[in-house]
């Protein structure tokens, strides 16, 4: 790898783990189902008579060597693992101060805290996003008497407690005839109906641990100026410049001498 940012590094670092895991799997599967590739041979013919039939030779030519195969192998992995090791070394010295709306919060904080950081605190803020907050449209005030951050309404809350009554009016009196006439008794006509009729009333007093719509926005725009500001940091971070340590070779070496 040449010399360059962590930031270049980092981009780069997948794509030559994946090319060395390919070209890994590859020769193993050649090792394992193709060794004829490795193998070359010819065959003579020669009959016993002068007079025979004479077949050509068939030949099986050498595709590879097993060296050649390794070596191959070898150059993916020792990009890989140069990577590695330059992204891991580059790392122990990458460090930013965070910095958030110009107060200095921490100092010399690693690229790979910070990294991890900016997901953790989108974590936070998940759970600050979901912060019950005071019922708009009704009057709260500070109550200290019950506690730190309880608030209790202004009004207290007034409802009816009402019952239910049968009600009725005579719409015609009963008619009886007179002693000694004729005739039929008429009964009177009653009307009936219910009413709701008011017997009371409650009073509510609220008070609530919640807080206010406005100190909860609050909270969430210091968790997203803090990330945006972690942010910033980690690719301040990141623009260290590489260490050029490498390692690849001499394991390669090792195992191949």
């Given at each position: 790898m040449g010399k360059g940012k962590l930031h270049e590094l980092l981009a780069v670092e997948a794509d030559l783990e994946g090319r060395s895991r390919n070209i890994m799997n590859e020769t193993r599967k050649v090792f394992k189902d193709k060794p004829v590739l490795f193998?070359?041979?010819?065959r003579n013919y020669k009959p016993f008579e002068d007079d025979g039939i004479d077949?050509?030779?068939e030949f099986q030519n050498l595709t590879s060597t097993v060296d050649e195969k390794l070596e191959y192998t070898g150059k993916s992995i020792i990009?890989?693992?140069?990577?590695?090791?330059?992204?891991?070394?580059t790392n122990q010295v990458a460090k930013a101060d965070l910095v958030v709306d110009g107060q200095v919060i921490a100092t010399g904080l690693p690229a790979t805290f910070l990294l991890g950081m900016?997901?953790?605190?989108r974590n936070v803020r998940e759970v600050y996003a979901q912060i019950p907050t005071l019922a708009i449209g009704t009057e709260w005030k500070a109550d200290e008497a019950k506690g730190k951050g309880v608030w209790s309404t202004v009004h207290p809350e007034e409802s009816m407690k009402t019952e239910k009554t049968t009600k009725s009016k005579v719409l015609y009196e009963a008619k009886f005839p007179k002693e000694g006439e004729g005739g039929q008794s008429i009964p009177a006509v009653i009307d009936k109906w219910n009413e709701v009729i008011n017997v009371g009333k409650y009073t509510k007093h609220v008070w609530s641990g919640m807080l206010t719509p406005a100190r909860k926005s609050e909270l969430l725009d210091r968790i997203d100026s803090l990330l945006r500001a972690v942010k910033k940091a980690r690719q301040r971070a990141n623009s260290t410049e590489v260490l050029k340590v490498n390692v690849g070779k001499s394991l390669m070496d090792y195992i191949n001498q």
């Open positions: 193998m070359g041979a010819v077949y050509p030779s990009k890989y693992y140069d990577a590695l090791l330059q992204k891991e070394a900016e997901a953790r605190l």
